[in-house]
């Protein structure tokens, strides 16, 4: 690989989300790389929410892994890539040898690049010979793959970006885009500013940032979209409100679905009833998505992630099909994508039951053509297992040999804790990561360093279908490699031809040229960017964001889908699907009488191993919390800001009440993003049930019975440290990252006095160690200065409330900490008023609530535009601009 570095400002796309936003990387010797949004690039013109923001603070080196490691004696030690990769090629040849290629698998994830996803699906399907290659992808976008194929024919999402401006009725299903899709939703937002007429409803069972800013919020009774979408299926067709010629002449089974929606949900009244929402709002709804032409209905994991997803993407595609409202500006179906690349990865078939470049496993000819382009020696002939199903052959023993790949399923998968024995009784497991210690990590035999953002090259293709560019902007670090180098190495090693690529471009060449191979009119995939291919190095390089499909001879991308009314099933016509409503499969009962839902913070992704390494994006949800209605909490005997233990029937986890003010009684709302690293007992994922859509695989991730009791501690405390400390010793903690230091919440049992003070932060001398030590009050205050300079701190509280940290955590940026300071740290409260600014609100410029509530009664701030005009706040991403109106709500009422 090159090791120099490009020219100065690179053009590249963020590692976050679906949305696929490009960025501006400045880089200057010596200096942290300047990030910006892209103007120039479609998805976001520019506009980046705080975790892209924050994407500089996040690139140093520190518990990166740089070297690969194999396992001895029960140690991982260092060794040389040969070492390693023969170690995994080895394992896997003798195991296929053994067993059969059914025998080992591959985990991958929709945060690799489109290049790496290939060669990793070339190399299971074609060579070694199996399906078994699936990705994390399942659980948050194969609801949405089933749907469109049982719908179109193939994984197509019809519309893009600008539908959502154009239209005059946006629908958000199960989509907290002002958290989870920022820039998207401001999009949106800047075009109701521009049209007032325009109209948002959301649907959702909590009350979101995105409710807040919706004109209309269904809170549906968790499970129940298929009722509701059936309803206004039923609702549609009794008031004549279809588009006879677009149904007659392009689509079939109309008749079948429209039976099983009259079945249960012809009735508005029985659907309110059932879903639990206000009738007269509900025909609100169902009145407005009537008599508006252009409607788009988007959905996220709301609607994937659940035992019955595939059949609620079908409900809502049955209501566009009976309108006609697809394939035309400012309507349509719309699938809001979770990952960065999880598109780029159905492309090339890292699901496992697709092919590469949406050909299918089940048909025969498809699958000689795949093996024929590749000239493989053989070629996969049955879906491989699905994630869930993978880790449960770990643990039986019929696959012996995994290797995972950018992902850390011991936290991210259901009934995590079974994966945990799946992998603590595989025979191999090998893993590819960034970072050194991760959850999963901890039952490596093999890992392997791998190149993350900033110094990985290839493509990665957003939620409407445009491939974009991911550039380097870093040299590799240590010895990492690129992943789809790592997995070319292994092929070779097992003898396998076909595996030696120059470089991403010739990948991606490769690619592009097999989605158009044999694709004809016998054998029609809109998935064609043929177009693509041939490129140079150069072009490559130059490569501009583009819209599939792109197909030989085509010199721009395709905005829409669908605009001539032909669909990818052969006749080539859409298909309705009867989509009869089931309840989710585990019911709330005495034992377990709440309903658990997960899900994205606003500043956060996946298991923190990016994010957490940013002192601003940690402020906003510094701690993991379990949201629920007061009333359940009394009943449940737990308190705001107290400990509790979340339990279900497969795990249990630890967490501090919160009440949110947008949960329903009967629900409760737990973060998924705490991992073995950043908390002691908080991954979410051991407590959610193992229950998939039969279709898709998908994982029933916001619907599983749990029950909350207190914790019990008998002390709270927290610490801020420069250097890192060992609380494994204490009943609770979570690490924080701060500003110049580490931060601990602890909450703990037995004695917390000075000497378990000295011994946590390791102080001997008396010299710079000051103290306050209230016994009969229960707190305990202390502080370790070196040269006059704060280098820890520690508050303990046995009753009562602990001091605000966030201007304790001003203090660290102070080379000499005066004695007024001092006096009013150990006094545990702000010099002066307004010195503490509260818990952050605006990440993006670090304004916090007090800040914010004080400027409101200060300045007479009436709107969200006036706090921004008065503090910036909410003037970047916007995704905190829920919160300032909340605020406003609430000082206007006192």
Not at 583 to 596: C, G, I, Q
Not at 647 to 656: E, H, K, L, P
Request: one cysteine or more; aromatic letters at 8%; a neutral charge.
């Amino acid at each position: 690989m090159d090791m120099s570095l490009p020219a100065p400002t690179v053009r590249t796309t963020c590692p976050y989300c679906g949305v696929g936003c490009g960025v501006t990387a400045t880089v200057k010797p010596g200096t942290i790389p300047i990030i910006a949004g892209d103007v120039e690039h479609a998805a976001n013109k520019g506009r980046l929410c705080v975790k892209g923001a924050a994407l500089g603070e996040t690139l140093d080196l520190d518990g990166r892994l740089l070297y690969p490691q194999v396992r001895e004696k029960g140690s991982l030690r260092r060794a040389g890539w040969d070492e390693a990769l023969e170690r995994v090629a080895t394992g896997f040849a003798r195991i296929v040898a053994e067993h059969g290629p059914d025998a080992v698998a591959l985990y991958v994830s929709g945060q690799l690049l489109t290049e790496d996803y290939y060669v990793a699906n070339k190399f299971m399907k074609g060579y070694v010979g199996s399906a078994n290659i699936d990705t994390n992808s399942r659980l948050c976008m194969s609801s949405s793959v089933a749907g469109h194929k049982r719908a179109f024919g193939e994984d197509l999402v019809p519309g893009c970006y600008e539908d959502l401006e154009l239209a005059d009725l946006v629908v958000l299903v199960g989509a907290n885009a002002a958290w989870c899709h920022p820039t998207l939703f401001q999009r949106i937002l800047k075009a109701k500013e521009a049209r007032p007429g325009l109209r948002i409803v959301a649907i959702d069972p909590r009350r979101t940032a995105t409710c807040e800013l919706a004109d209309l919020h269904l809170p549906i009774k968790p499970g129940t979209d298929v009722w509701l979408f059936n309803g206004l299926l039923s609702y549609l067709a009794r008031h004549g409100h279809t588009d006879a010629a677009f149904v007659q002449a392009h689509t079939e089974g109309l008749e079948g679905a429209l039976a099983a929606a009259e079945a249960e949900c012809g009735d508005p009244a029985q659907v309110a009833r059932i879903c639990r929402v206000d009738l007269d709002k509900l025909l609100a709804f169902y009145e407005a998505f009537a008599a508006t032409g252009k409607t788009v209905t988007a959905w996220s994991q709301g609607v994937n992630q659940s035992s019955s997803g595939t059949d609620k993407v079908n409900a809502i595609i049955n209501c566009h099909l009976l309108t006609g409202r697809i394939g035309r500006p400012g309507m349509g179906p719309f699938s809001l994508t979770g990952q960065p690349n999880a598109m780029g990865g159905r492309e090339v078939g890292g699901l496992a039951n697709m092919l590469a470049a949406h050909m299918e496993l089940d048909n025969p000819a498809q699958r000689e053509a795949v093996r024929t382009f590749w000239d493989a020696p053989r070629i996969a002939d049955k879906p491989g297992l699905k994630a869930v199903d993978l880790f449960r052959a770990l643990e039986e023993g019929t696959v012996k040999a995994v290797w995972i790949m950018a992902t850390n399923p011991l936290v991210s998968l259901p009934d995590a804790d079974q994966v945990r024995r799946a992998l603590d009784k595989c025979e191999l497991v090998v893993v590819s990561d960034i970072v050194a210690a991760t959850d999963t990590n901890r039952y490596a035999d093999v890992l392997l360093p791998a190149l993350g953002w900033g110094e990985k090259d290839g493509t990665v293709t957003n939620s409407e279908r445009r491939i974009s560019r991911q550039r380097a902007f870093l040299p590799a670090p240590g010895e990492a490699r690129a992943d789809w180098r790592a997995l070319c190495d292994v092929a070779q090693r097992m003898g396998f031809s076909g595996f030696d690529y120059e470089g991403p471009q010739a990948i991606f060449d490769e690619h592009a040229r097999l989605s158009g191979w044999r694709n004809d009119a016998h054998h029609r995939r809109l998935f064609d960017i043929s177009g693509l291919s041939g490129m140079r190095r150069q072009d490559y390089d130059a490569l501009e964001p583009v819209q599939w499909p792109l197909p030989q001879g085509e010199r721009a991308g395709t905005e829409r889908l669908f605009a001539d009314g032909r669909f990818a099933h052969a006749n080539g016509k859409a298909r309705f699907v009867a989509t009869a409503p089931r309840a989710p499969f585990y019911a709330v009962d005495e034992d377990f009488p709440l309903v658990l839902n997960t899900g994205r913070l606003r500043d956060q992704w996946h298991t923190m191993t990016r994010t957490g390494k940013s002192p601003r994006l940690a402020n906003h949800a510094p701690e993991p919390t379990v949201d629920l209605h007061p009333h359940d909490a009394l009943l449940c005997g737990v308190r705001e800001g107290e400990l509790a233990r979340v339990s279900s029937r497969w795990g249990a986890m630890v967490a501090r009440v919160a009440h949110g003010g947008g949960i329903a009684r009967g629900s409760v709302f737990v973060p998924i993003h705490w991992n073995g690293q950043t908390a002691s007992d908080a991954r979410v994922g051991a407590l959610v049930n193992p229950v998939v859509d039969p279709v898709s695989g998908e994982p029933e991730f916001k619907h599983t019975p749990v029950r909350v009791e207190p914790f019990v501690v008998e002390w709270q405390a927290f610490v801020l440290s420069r250097t890192p400390l060992a609380v494994d010793e204490v009943a609770n903690w979570t690490r924080v990252q701060g500003a110049g230091f580490v931060r601990y919440e602890l909450g703990g049992r037995g004695a917390a006095h000075a000497q378990w003070a000295r011994t946590l932060l390791k102080v001997d001398a008396e010299a710079g160690w000051i103290e306050y030590d209230d016994a009969g009050a229960g707190v305990y205050r202390a502080a370790h200065l070196v040269d006059g300079r704060l280098q820890a701190c520690v508050f303990v509280a046995r009753h009562g409330v602990l001091p605000p940290r966030q201007w304790l955590a001003g203090l660290f940026a102070q080379e000499t900490l005066a004695a007024g300071d001092r006096a009013t740290l150990l006094a545990g409260r702000a010099p002066l008023a307004g010195a503490d600014p509260g818990p952050t609100v605006c990440s993006c410029f670090g304004v916090g609530r007090n800040t914010i509530c004080a400027a409101i009664r200060k300045e007479a701030l009436r709107s969200p535009a006036e706090v921004t005009a008065c503090l910036k706040a909410g003037g970047n991403c916007g995704s905190c601009l829920p919160e300032i109106a909340r605020l406003l709500a609430q000082e206007t009422a006192r």
